[in-house]
């Protein structure tokens, strides 16, 4: 093993001594990363404590949405952005998860409403031209509840109003849609102020659920008493009183549309609460017709066609309407072998007021069956009458008919079968029947032939008549020509006598002055005498 040599000098360098130190130093190389650590962590929990909540919304399909990319806005206030996109496990939906600022935790309530703005264009107009620069957005609406929620369904469209405007929901429950659609207008004379928001079919399929909105202050015309129609495009109506188009606006004819009325007659009533529930009329007259709470049904057979008769014509007495039609079909009798068409009216007694206005007990069926009889026995009758010669409407008209054959009501019936009487129309056929029958029986033959013998005779009697004309035309002219020459000579005679220049004037003027001489002297003559009266006797006194 080789050793290596010590070197001599070596022992001349002073050994080195060992010092203790006193604690533990941190170098300045390591405090830029511990405080780079620091900082990281107090941002790491303020960013989790400034994060807001994430929700996630189902949509049918994530048409314009991007994740990081599409904003959550409320007010046009961006309140979160989507974060993810996924297709739901049914594979029916799209989950759209979002993250929303702190801010907005107090908006996830239960009936807070999610929806993809975009541009649309619909019946009510065009929206959201906006996205087609800055992109799909989805729209909130924050809700009223307390109840806090982190999962939602997305609406496919707007809704028609927010939760914070005010107003009141109201439930329409008619027969058929017609042409309304959401957002709809509501009218209150015909000043718009509500809109459609919803509508479903009943499950049992024999209504239409509405849910409109009327905003305040005009929600406290809306009380239980309130008629609420449709008035969807022209309601025309063509019946026994004439024609009658009626419609609300040119928006209504457009998008269709509801309006609702109060009936004058109605008392006084606190407005309607909240989601309550009124019938929704086909139209306006059927809205505002009187409710009649007590029915009496009858059955009519008319011998006459029913051409123009339609269920719900009136039935009037003297031009008022009692009652109205409410079916009419065909029946066949085997006992007869023929074929009979009923007509089922529906009579309302209480528009037959009393003729006492002091309140009186409703009578009883008996004494109601012993009225009916009465007036019957006296003549009444139903009859079909025109009710307009524009539509050929007929209408059901009970009258008195004193001749009429007797008759009686069968109650045995149900409903009880009331008496009938041809209508005038029908009548008015019969007559021109009969006087058709009676011309169809003249001698016809014999009348054509004593009228060609008088027509020859009076032919002979014209050219007789003719011949005379001729012959007072060659020989009784000329004399009547000559007789009129001497009459204008004589005119002429008698002008020029008569001239102011002519012999016969002047004398004539000579003749008045003499005349006027003379009534002058008898004058002076009476005044003298009226003087002196002796003078008749006398004679006049020399002076």
């Known amino acids: 093993m080789l050793r290596t040599p010590i070197d001599p000098g070596i022992s001349d360098i002073p050994e080195a001594v060992v010092e203790q130190k006193r604690g533990w130093t941190v170098s300045l190389v390591w405090l830029i990363p511990a405080v780079s650590v620091v900082i990281g962590g107090w941002l790491a929990v303020k960013a989790i404590q400034d994060r807001g909540p994430t929700i996630t919304i189902t949509f049918k399909t994530a048409e314009g949405l991007e994740a990081d990319k599409t904003k959550i806005k409320y007010k046009n206030v961006d309140v979160g952005v989507v974060k993810q996109i996924a297709i739901s496990a049914d594979r029916t939906r799209v989950v759209v998860t979002a ?42 609406d924050i809700g009223k509840s307390s109840k806090r929620q982190q999962q939602f369904t997305g609406l496919e469209v707007a809704p028609v109003v927010g939760a914070d405007l005010p107003g009141r929901q109201f439930v329409l429950r008619g027969p058929e849609l017609g042409s309304l659609e959401i957002g709809s207008p509501v009218y209150f004379r015909r000043v718009q102020v509500g809109r459609v928001l919803a509508h479903e079919l009943d499950r049992d399929g024999t209504a239409v659920t509405v849910k409109i909105f009327v905003d305040a202050p005009y929600d406290r015309y809306v009380n239980p008493n309130t008629r609420f129609w449709n008035a969807s495009g022209i309601d025309v ?47 306006h007259s059927q809205a505002m017709k009187r409710p009649d709470v007590e029915v009496v049904p009858f059955t009519m057979y008319f011998s006459e066609t029913l051409r123009g008769l339609s269920v719900g014509a009136a039935v009037d007495y003297s031009g008022v309407p009692i009652g109205e039609v409410k079916s009419i079909g065909a029946e066949f009798d085997p006992a007869t072998t023929a074929i009979r068409i009923p007509v089922e009216v529906a009579l309302y007694p209480e528009r037959l007021r009393s003729m006492s206005r002091e309140t009186v007990a409703k009578p009883t069926p008996a004494e109601r069956k012993a009225r009916l009889d009465g007036l019957v026995e006296a003549g009444l009758r139903a009859q079909l009458r025109t009710g307009s010669l524009l539509t050929s409407q007929l209408y059901v008209a009970l009258d ?39 011309i169809e029986k003249l001698p016809l033959d014999q009348v054509a032939m004593d009228l060609r013998q008088a027509l020859q005779s009076l032919n002979r009697t014209l050219q007789s008549a003719d011949a005379l004309v001729k012959r007072l035309d060659t020989e009784v002219a000329p004399a009547a020509r000559e007789a009129l020459e001497e009459s204008r000579r004589t005119l002429k005679t008698t002008e020029r006598t008569l001239n102011t220049d002519g012999p016969l004037q002047q004398d004539l003027r000579g003749a008045l002055r003499e005349l006027t001489r003379a009534a002058q002297s008898l004058r002076v003559l009476g005044d003298y005498l ?12 020399r002076e």
């Open 99 to 140: 993250e929303l600022v702190k801010q907005a935790a107090p908006y996830l309530v239960e009936d807070t409403r999610f929806w993809v703005v975009s541009a649309r264009i619909a019946a009510g107009g065009v929206s959201g031209l906006g996205t087609l620069f800055s992109g799909a957005y989805i729209g909130v």
């Open 530 to 541: 009226a003087s002196h009266p002796e003078a008749v006797l006398l004679g006049k006194k």
């Open 400 to 438: 008195f008919f004193p001749n009429a054959p007797k008759a009686k009501i069968d109650w045995t019936k149900t409903p009880p079968e009331l008496p009938t009487i041809h209508g005038g129309l029908q009548e008015l056929q019969a007559t021109l029947g009969n006087i058709a029958v009676k």
């Open 237 to 283: 109506i063509a019946d026994a009183t004439g024609v009658k188009i009626h419609t609300q606006s040119v928006v209504a004819l457009l998008l269709g549309g509801i309006a609702f009325e109060t009936p004058a007659d109605s008392s006084v009533v606190q407005p309607a609460d909240e989601q309550h529930v009124f019938p929704l009329f086909p139209d």
